[in-house]
């Protein structure tokens, strides 16, 4: 398991109000700990993901649709289609 200081568990302990088990669960997700290895180099960074192929799309996302999320993953609804096809996020 990623070693993590004292300072970072309890930002994550703050951020997502978990208690100390469950910090300790999220970190033992090997996925969760590769994106917390990579948290710093995306910080204030803006991730622009492109529909390359649709077909029947319900929300109308056509080739060229472009997402935008923040460096966290988060989607920026601002800047995003009013629609967002629950596909597009698999």
Request: aromatic share 6%.
């Amino acid at each position: 398991m990623m070693k993590i200081s004292a300072e970072m568990n309890s930002n994550l302990q703050d951020h997502f109000g978990y208690s100390e088990r469950e910090v300790q669960e999220f970190l033992s997700n090997i996925r969760n700990q590769d994106v917390l290895s990579k948290a710093l180099s995306l910080a204030g960074k803006i991730i622009i993901v492109e529909v390359v192929e649709s077909h029947g799309c319900n929300s109308q996302h056509t080739v060229g649709t472009k997402f935008y999320l923040d460096g966290s993953v988060n989607v920026l609804t601002k800047l995003n289609p009013q629609k967002v096809c629950i596909y597009a996020l698999a």
